[in-house]
């Protein structure tokens, strides 16, 4: 399995929206609906934020939200606050085996 | 709470084994997957394979299949996981995390520091 593919690095303002963008194939994001997104700290364990593509675990503030069109998954964050600044993976099943992004490092200006 | 406890860091030497424990608590071991992942310095994470506590199915990712095995001891709540031939790029923080139905990962252990060196 090749890694998902993120941009590198993302960027906005504090109350700005920013979009990170997770590129797979028809044999794991476009296959299934089983997308999950992890915000990660720098030596941090990472933390589910995003699962079944749009659903977010209890805790996770409603300014993550989650969202597949063909082959490419999103995470968006809206009112972006200075906190939100991390890194950010997405990971797809791909039947019987599972797939992460590159990861994407979020910068709050 | 649910807790993964894992096990402490290790060094070896190119072509060596190491095998790290995950020891779970706080939920039944056998209704959860546990997976393994591993995070290179300042790399991504990459999957690793997983075990079904339940009934010791075991899958593995296609690059490391032929030096890694998970396996798991129901009575102690642990599984464990083992890679072989170990070369400087295995050099990495290795993370156990408890699978779900809806195929994330919704707790992790704290890491294992393998650093591989001559």
């Known amino acids: 399995q090749s890694a998902l593919t993120q941009p590198p690095s993302a960027s906005g303002s504090p109350g700005q929206s920013v979009t990170i963008s997770c590129t797979g194939t028809g044999s794991d994001v476009g296959g299934y609906d089983y997308v999950s997104w992890y915000q990660q700290y720098p030596g941090t364990v990472p933390k589910l934020i995003i699962y079944e593509v749009t659903k977010r675990p209890s805790g996770v503030p409603d300014r993550f939200s989650g969202s597949k069109s063909g082959n490419t998954a999103s995470l968006t964050v809206s009112g972006l606050q200075a906190e939100d600044e991390a890194d950010y993976y997405c990971?797809?099943?791909?039947?019987?085996?599972?797939?992460f992004g590159g990861g994407t490092k979020l910068t709050v200006l | 709470q649910v807790q993964l406890v894992q096990s402490g860091a290790e060094v070896k030497k190119p072509g060596a084994s190491v095998k790290v424990s995950c020891q779970a608590s706080?939920?039944?071991?056998?209704?959860?997957?546990i997976h393994w992942v591993r995070q290179a310095p300042g790399q991504r994470l990459e999957w690793m394979g997983w075990?079904?506590?339940?009934?010791?199915?075991?899958r593995y990712s296609r690059n490391l299949r032929e030096r890694v095995t998970i396996s798991w001891d129901t009575s102690a709540s642990t599984a464990y996981m083992e890679l072989s031939s170990l070369r400087s790029e295995d050099s990495a923080l290795y993370y156990c995390a408890r699978g779900t139905f809806f195929k994330a990962f919704d707790f992790w252990g704290r890491g294992t520091m393998v650093t591989v060196s001559s």
């Open positions: 990971s797809s099943y791909a039947g019987s085996d599972w797939v």
């Open positions: 706080g939920y039944t071991f056998t209704h959860h997957n």
């Open positions: 075990i079904n506590v339940g009934n010791g199915i075991t």
